[in-house]
């Protein structure tokens, strides 16, 4: 090579160099599909500043984002945040879910009951396909002056109540009864003769309570009002709402019941055709600091599977929390397994006797 080659092609090559510098790198990024406040601006903010990944959100449902990954095989997100009891009947129709790595995962700062029932409800061959992200229950919301009353689901039959209750003709009814009378629904799922005989009982118990009931209510709103005005002192309800009554009145709490509170769990799932997998564990195990996972808390209303969390969320919401949940309360939630199918028509049957019933 003469000198002028050799001088050309060390040009060509500082070219070259200097186009690429010049060249925006390509971004990584998260495509994460989530419902509304579980991804905070300043959370998402936090994480890009951090990590250099940028955050693409899709806000959704369980319904909406399994609708998506199914029409795709699993693709188009690198992260999901569907309910713990909406994995596995999904992953074993349309396999758009791939397992977790737990090996990523630092679960040293999440809860581990809810570990061990998130990796229960999401088992399937063997393998685990959700962390628990989220969470919230069902239990009592209940006025002081019936609170040493009012202890368990069933209390609310209780005469001293009379006339002054409300809950719900739905399924957390029939499961809440029916862990009050001392039987397990979730246990019995597979058994269709034991759930069959379980619904029975409760059937007969909530006909008998229905002189104690002011009305059942239907939406959310509606029970507020009335547990505000008076009109109701003792409830069957969502713990958001219990804590958001006492912030306006302290004399209302929310109660875990003494048989558990009802609990759900949103988590974070894996889509098979996730195209940046080592981005979905980095946002795991992010937002699952305590510090960041308040934030979520604050934003949202609902406590997270992060231990310790609740050391930094808004103080009236701390507080709230600490009067309903004591770790042993909090260790005795019956958290909802997947629903087999069939069920929910027992359960539909036994409901539409109950509002018959005279």
Known sequence: MNANKTRNAALLCTSLLAVTAASPLLAEEL???TWGGYAPDEVVTQFEDETGIDVKITLSNNEDMISKLRA??????DLAQPSQDRIVGVQRQFNVYKPIDYSRINTDQLQPSMVKATQEATALNGKSFGVPAVWGTSGLIVHSSVADTVKDYTDLCDPAVAGKVSYRLKRPTLMGFAFAMGMDPFAAYNDRDEYASIMAKVEDKLIECKANVKTYWTG???LLSLLRTGEVTAAMAWDAGGWKLNAENP????VAPESGALGWIDTFAIPRRSENEEAAYKWINF???????AKITNASGNF????AADEFVKADLRDAYRASF???AITNIKWYPPVPPGLEATEGQVLD?????N
């Open 31 to 33: 495509r994460l599909i």
């Open 72 to 77: 795709t095989g699993g693709a188009g997100f």
């Open 220 to 222: 959310g709103d509606q």
């Open 251 to 254: 004399e209302i709490q929310f």
């Open 287 to 293: 937002v699952m600091q305590p510090e960041i996972a």
């Open 304 to 307: 997270t599977a992060s231990k």
């Open 326 to 328: 004591g770790e042993q």
């Open 353 to 357: 006797r109950v509002q018959a019933a």
